[in-house]
């Protein structure tokens, strides 16, 4: 491989260039141009400056309570997928009996699509309401509540695979030579499981926190941002005012580019914070 031609390199990484620029940057660089024009199709455009920038926090405060009500979200999955997923790792890496069937049973819910889940956990959540005489859509908290529940459930699974596929990296030596030299369960996973799965960790980071920050279907599908948008995030946010308003398209299409730089910014943080603590460890 390393004598290969460059030629095959470029033969080979060509179509997923090609496909790139066409699915992802050239729509991203229409989009940047959008923002500051209004329009109705993409070849009927006027130009308006930043324009659709201010009036997307002067005319829409949903979009900064859509902001918040994001953040807040994705701060508990973080911490919640995390942690839930590490302790299952833990659990399903210490040879107990059909570990291999819990671990099947616990991804599984990844497989379902996100307005499927949605609608599934808008059935049940609402069935548990009723009996308090509310619905998932009475405030925007039991919204908000529901949202993590539903997230948690499907993401838990997949974040435990690669915390489990970390943890089977460690050498089993580290372990026997910290028992051989009295440490304890505690000390073992401190000084030696999490800092030997920190790329690991880094990984699930970055996934729970883009995930929660991009959720969109089982936002849709679970609440629709009732009660008054109120519980709608950043996605919903921007789908919303993009096709729900005449003459707010090239709002709806700042709002998206400000998106895609806010989240870009949150991850790239995290990812440095992330890599640093990988070489301190």
Same mark, same amino acid.
């Given at each position: 491989?390393q004598?290969m031609p460059?030629r095959?390199?470029?033969?080979f ?6 496909? +790139?620029?066409?699915? +992802?940057f050239?729509?991203?660089l ?6 500051f024009?209004t329009?109705?199709t993409v070849?009927?455009?006027q130009?308006a400056g930043v324009t ?8 829409? #405060? ?6 918040i ?9 973080v ?6 997923s590490?302790?299952?790792?833990l %659990?399903l890496?210490?040879k ?5 069937a819990?671990r099947?049973?616990?991804f599984?819910?990844?497989l /379902?699509g =996100?307005?499927?889940l949605?609608?599934?956990?808008l059935?049940i /959540?609402? =069935?548990?309401?009723?009996n308090?005489?509310?619905?998932i859509?009475?405030s925007?908290?039991?919204g ?12 838990? =699974? ?6 489990i ?5 460690i050498?089993?030596?580290l372990?026997?030579?910290a028992r051989?030299?009295?440490?304890n #369960? ?12 920190m790329?690991?960790i880094? /990984?699930?980071?970055?996934?729970t926190?883009?995930n @929660?920050?991009?959720l969109?279907?089982?936002?849709l599908?679970?609440t629709?941002g009732a009660?008054g948008?109120?519980?709608?995030m950043l996605a919903?946010?921007i789908f919303?005012t993009?096709?729900?308003r005449?003459?707010y *398209? =090239?709002?709806?299409?700042?709002k ?6 806010f989240v #870009?910014?949150?991850?790239? %943080?995290?990812l440095?914070? #992330?890599r640093?603590?990988e070489? *301190? @460890?």
């Amino acid at each position: 491989m390393q004598k290969m031609p460059l030629r095959y390199y470029a033969f080979f990484t060509l179509p997923t260039i090609i496909a +790139f620029f066409i699915a +992802f940057f050239i729509p991203f660089l229409l989009g940047i141009f959008l923002s500051f024009n209004t329009f109705t199709t993409v070849t009927n455009t006027q130009w308006a400056g930043v324009t659709n920038y201010v009036r997307a926090f002067t005319e829409d #405060s949903t979009f900064l309570n859509a902001t918040i009500f994001t953040v807040k979200f994705a701060l508990v999955c973080v911490v919640l997928i995390n942690v839930f997923s590490f302790s299952l790792a833990l %659990l399903l890496t210490r040879k107990m009996r059909g570990e291999n069937a819990f671990r099947t049973v616990f991804f599984m819910p990844n497989l /379902i699509g =996100g307005i499927v889940l949605g609608y599934i956990w808008l059935l049940i /959540i609402n =069935g548990i309401l009723i009996n308090f005489g509310v619905d998932i859509t009475y405030s925007a908290k039991y919204g908000f509540w529901g949202l993590v529940v539903v997230v948690n459930w499907q993401m838990i =699974g997949y974040m435990m695979i690669i915390y489990i596929a970390g943890i089977m990296a460690i050498p089993p030596e580290l372990f026997e030579a910290a028992r051989i030299d009295g440490a304890n #369960s505690w000390q073992i996973l401190r000084n030696i499981t999490i800092p030997m799965v920190m790329p690991a960790i880094t /990984i699930c980071t970055f996934l729970t926190l883009a995930n @929660s920050f991009k959720l969109f279907d089982q936002n849709l599908a679970l609440t629709a941002g009732a009660p008054g948008r109120s519980s709608a995030m950043l996605a919903l946010d921007i789908f919303n005012t993009f096709y729900g308003r005449i003459g707010y *398209e =090239g709002v709806g299409q700042a709002k998206a580019v400000i998106f895609t730089l806010f989240v #870009s910014l949150i991850v790239l %943080l995290q990812l440095l914070y #992330s890599r640093r603590r990988e070489l *301190e @460890s």
